[in-house]
């Protein structure tokens, strides 16, 4: 009994200790993230009004953004935020849902754990160089890698304690063998590089991820395991390959936009575009989808990211159409295909990720990304007006136009943010990664003049939220940085090079086999380690063909969209389902006639030569 009483307030104590650890946690990746925003908007009015560049502020906000990376990841894997493949393990009954996770825990830290000391190693060799502009050691951003790795272990150590001791041993168990089964394999393979690499890079990943393990572990597992196997490169690069996905500033945009697309809600931007277009064109027939399908087109060139554009606009528009008793499977189908629509909409992250990756115009991507948008977007609403023409009630009540004109001043300087955030990119006063600071100011200072202000901690909590987020995606394109390199130092890039220039029909044939692989993938994976993985490898194959890179960029882009928003497996598909509170289920025989129209519209951008333009 003494002993069981002890237990019991050892652990009322560590209690309070682990809420002021995680909210300490909290704070710093908070203070971080509005350090990036206070230094860059700093920037750009030090270049633009006083006409002095600091010329210190590209270094310096890459040297938090390692850091801010890598505690986001952390907050992530507390939060359970990272990204993983769970339809399979669900499926299963609960006892072996509980030793699914448990195993997966145990890959998660295996990985983390195999990092650490290639990290430290990584720091020492920083040492010896230093950043110009700031004169300090380069330690410091490796410094970030050490911290954030050590954190993680933290977290997933505290997660496996958390199991059940028989759930735990047999996960633990199970993953150890499995995982030595794998290493024999590997090693009687490396005689073989081509038949090791599909056995690690296709066999293990896909293993892994059905299993449960997270996307970014599921990577880093499989690309250490690669590495120690073929012991073809010391574990010391992938250190310095997950920095170098960390440190790139204009990745530094994801974060950001992230942020903006909170601030939608909390500063009532949102709600009021959202209340002119409802009041605008809701009363006409099939109105409530055009409302929602031009939200997402608004709002995504706002958030740049789109769960935060769903987000947005979903929980405003669907409450409607179900009191207007629209079908809820139509409602879920539209909402999810508003999604893959929308991902060349800029400043979408997928297109600075994936300009940021192969080297391609980001302005440029930004330019192109527009108008298949729209002619997707035409598409949705011919299609949704055909079903709404079967229903008396999908349209809403008719608003009087002095109300509407009301709705129009009042959400003014909401609507105007769009052309506020395009404006400063083309006029070249901010570049893809600066402009999100540009929103965010601009929001924050609508929030309080025009739409009656918000409090702190509401402010607090948005930041909060887009740190945890922004961190599982972040760590993703990290690890699958490291990852895509050792593809290609392994020659799996030259062997899907000359599987894909062997495709018959040149040119088209290489176009409707990225579109047919990109749509697989976005289905089964997230779409941002998608690009990260075979853009660089994609991208050289298109210029050998003559296929202009921005063009190439929006079709696999739009691709993958479809895929990722596309049921059974698309994880867009399922977090739509979620914003909208309506079962999948409901709209499983409904949304194929949506996906279908816009792959059409996809395939007439790929074959038009101007389609994509």
């Avoid at 690499?197 to 499989?222: R, S």
Wanted: one cysteine or more; glycine letters at 10%; aromatic letters at 8%.
């Amino acid at each position: 009994m003494q002993a069981c009483s002890a237990t019991m307030a050892s652990g009322r104590m560590r209690r309070p200790v682990a809420r002021i650890a995680d909210a300490a946690l909290d704070g710093a990746g908070v203070v971080l993230l509005a350090v990036e925003v206070l230094v860059l908007f700093a920037g750009i009015i030090a270049r633009t009004v006083f006409i002095h560049p600091l010329i210190w502020s590209t270094e310096f906000a890459r040297l938090v953004f390692v850091w801010l990376t890598m505690i986001d990841a952390a907050i992530a894997v507390r939060d359970d935020r990272h990204m993983r493949m769970t339809a399979l393990v669900h499926s299963l009954p609960a006892h072996w849902q509980a030793r699914f996770r448990a195993g997966a825990d145990v890959i998660q830290l295996a990985s983390v754990l195999a990092m650490i000391g290639p990290s430290l190693v990584f720091l020492q060799v920083e040492q010896l160089s230093s950043l110009s502009q700031l004169g300090i050691s380069s330690a410091w951003e490796a410094a970030g890698l050490v911290a954030g790795f050590a954190l993680i272990a933290l977290y997933l150590l505290r997660d496996l304690f958390a199991h059940r001791g028989g759930d735990f041993w047999r996960g633990a168990v199970g993953a150890a063998v499995i995982v030595g089964a794998a290493w024999l394999a590997g090693r009687a393979l490396a005689a073989d590089t081509l038949a090791e690499v599909i056995f690690v890079f296709i066999a293990m990943l896909f293993a892994t991820v059905l299993a449960g393990v997270p996307i970014a572990f599921a990577f880093g597992f499989c690309t250490t395991f690669y590495l120690m196997v073929t012991q073809g490169a010391p574990l010391a690069v992938m250190a310095s390959q997950v920095e170098q996905g960390t440190s790139s500033i204009i990745l530094l945009a994801v974060p950001l936009f992230v942020l903006l697309g909170g601030l939608l809600t909390v500063t009532r931007l949102a709600p009021a575009m959202m209340r002119f277009l409802t009041e605008l064109i809701g009363p006409v027939k099939g109105g409530l989808f055009y409302v929602l399908i031009g939200g997402i087109l608004l709002v995504s060139g706002i958030s740049g990211a789109k769960t935060a554009d769903l987000a947005a606009v979903a929980p405003i528009v669907v409450p409607e159409m179900k009191r207007q008793k629209i079908d809820e499977g139509h409602i879920l189908s539209v909402v999810s295909c508003c999604g893959a629509m929308a991902e060349t909409i800029p400043p979408s992250i997928v297109l600075i990720i994936i300009g940021a990756v192969t080297g391609t115009s980001i302005s440029a991507l930004f330019a192109a990304g527009l108008m298949p948008a729209i002619l997707l977007a035409v598409i949705l609403a011919l299609l949704s007006r055909i079903w709404a023409g079967a229903d008396a009630a999908a349209a809403a009540p008719r608003v009087p136009a002095r109300r509407v004109l009301r709705s129009f001043l009042h959400g003014l300087p909401a609507l105007a943010l769009p052309f506020v955030i395009r404006f400063a990119v083309i006029d070249g006063i901010a570049t893809a990664t600066e402009v999100a600071t540009i929103g965010t100011v601009y929001a924050i200072v609508l929030g309080v003049v025009f739409y009656g202000g918000f409090r702190p901690a509401a402010l607090y909590d948005c930041a909060a939220k887009a740190v945890g987020l922004s961190g599982a995606i972040m760590f993703i394109i990290a690890v699958a940085t490291a990852m895509s390199w050792t593809l290609t130092q392994s020659g799996f890039a030259d062997d899907i090079t000359r599987l894909m220039l062997a495709l018959p029909g040149g040119r088209y044939g290489f176009l409707l086999g990225s579109i047919f692989l990109m749509i697989v993938l976005g289905s089964i994976l997230e779409g941002i380690p998608i690009l990260v993985l075979f853009g660089p490898i994609l991208f050289p194959i298109a210029r050998t063909l003559h296929i202009g890179d921005v063009r190439y960029g929006i079709i696999v882009i739009l691709a993958m969209g479809i895929g990722l928003f596309a049921p059974p497996f698309g994880l867009g598909y399922y977090a739509a389902g979620i914003m909208t509170d309506i079962d999948p289920n409901r709209a499983l025989k409904t949304i194929w006639g949506y996906l279908a129209a816009l792959v059409l519209g996809l395939l007439a951008i790929a074959f038009v030569p101007w389609g994509a333009l």
